[in-house]
């Protein structure tokens, strides 16, 4: 925790994806819940599943789950939908940005893969706190997603990706 609280302080950019694992919490959901408040406390970017949202929040709706962390929390938020996409939101915007019809083979590391392309195009900006309050540029930077999902990568999606990344610059 020392490590995060000095990052804070330096005014770095936090990301934090808890990844929950029910083999490990399943039987002590409290536990995670307490385990991951301090890393939501201070985090920029928040990536979360939509039963991750429900998990910390102790809610058993969605849309009370992101009510609750508006409320709670100054982090921009995103909350994976599966084959819905992501919702994204902050206490000053709220969307959902729609993911493309794919034949999904196996969703491990889908999650991680959206939250890395995201950090990606956050890390090419000059200020990726600033970034993460401007709505135009994470919708730009929520499409990214699409371009992680799609059934057979090429390099297509790297040029694609850049695409969207200059989108953002110009």
């Not at 919708?139 to 390099?155: G, V």
Request: proline letters at 2%; aromatic letters at 10%; one cysteine or more.
């Amino acid at each position: 925790k020392d490590l995060l609280y000095r990052a804070k302080w330096d005014h770095k950019c936090i990301v934090f994806d808890p990844n929950y694992r029910s083999a490990f919490w399943a039987h002590d959901q409290e536990g995670f819940k307490t385990a991951v408040q301090s890393f939501l406390s201070v985090a920029d970017l928040i990536k979360l599943s939509d039963e991750e949202a429900l998990i910390v929040t102790g809610e058993t709706a969605l849309e009370n789950a992101i009510e609750r962390l508006k409320d709670d929390y100054e982090g921009v938020v995103a909350i994976t939908l599966g084959a819905a996409g992501v919702r994204v939101f902050c206490k000053t915007y709220d969307f959902i940005a729609s993911a493309p019809v794919v034949s999904v083979k196996d969703t491990t590391g889908a999650g991680d893969a959206f939250i890395g392309a995201l950090i990606f195009a956050l890390s090419e900006t000059e200020d990726p706190k600033k970034s993460l309050r401007d709505e135009a540029i994470m919708r730009i930077f929520a499409k990214l997603r699409s371009f992680l999902l799609l059934e057979h990568a090429d390099d297509h999606v790297e040029t694609s990706a850049m695409r969207l990344i200059g989108e953002y610059r110009k």
